[in-house]
């Protein structure tokens, strides 16, 4: 018995720093947030998710009874506090396609929240919950 303590310790161990080396890994879902100090509330009419990976992201635009439209694309990094994202894709025309932008993002439970300052002034902060 004393012999399987280590092994499984060491096994939780490791297993404990796996989350923590893409903490956006997951699909995420849009709650609102803050757009120049006024509130932006999610749509009850269809819902915004964002799926990341290791080191991708989708955003996702899901409305009941019709098909999902995939509306941007990219490529993340994270560094400490900061995400810096670059859209590779955009399903309208967009100011953000190939540019990078700067995310200062905290995580608390499973509540994601983005602030940014974009390109035309814009200051934003978006909240996503974890939903898987």
Same mark, same amino acid.
């Given at each position: 018995?004393k012999?399987?303590v280590?092994?499984i310790?060491? /096994?939780?161990f490791?297993c404990?720093?796996?989350?923590?080396?893409?903490?956006l890994?997951?699909v995420?879902?849009y709650r609102g $947030?803050v757009? @120049? $100090?006024?509130?932006?509330?999610?749509?009850?009419a269809?819902?915004? %998710?964002?799926?990341?990976?290791k080191?991708h992201?989708?955003?996702?635009?899901?409305e =009941?009874g019709? =098909?999902?439209?995939v509306y941007e694309?990219g490529?993340?990094?994270l560094?400490?506090?900061t995400?810096l994202?670059?859209?590779?894709?955009?399903? %309208?025309?967009s %100011?953000l396609?190939? &540019? /990078?932008?700067?995310y200062t993002?905290? /995580?608390?439970?499973?509540?994601?929240?983005?602030?940014t300052v974009?390109? @035309?002034g @814009? =200051? *934003?902060?978006?909240?996503? *919950? &974890? /939903? &898987?």
């Open positions: 018995m012999k399987l280590l092994p310790l060491t /096994i939780c490791l404990s720093f796996a989350a923590m080396d893409y903490p890994k997951g995420w879902e $947030g757009v @120049n $100090g006024k509130t932006d509330s999610a749509s009850t269809y819902t915004l %998710q964002r799926t990341y990976d080191l992201y989708k955003a996702v635009l899901k =009941k019709e =098909k999902d439209v694309k490529d993340y990094q560094l400490a506090d995400c994202e670059t859209q590779t894709y955009s399903l %309208q025309s %100011q396609l190939n &540019k /990078i932008v700067k993002y905290t /995580i608390s439970n499973d509540t994601l929240k983005l602030f974009l390109p @035309n @814009n =200051k *934003v902060e978006d909240h996503w *919950v &974890k /939903i &898987k």
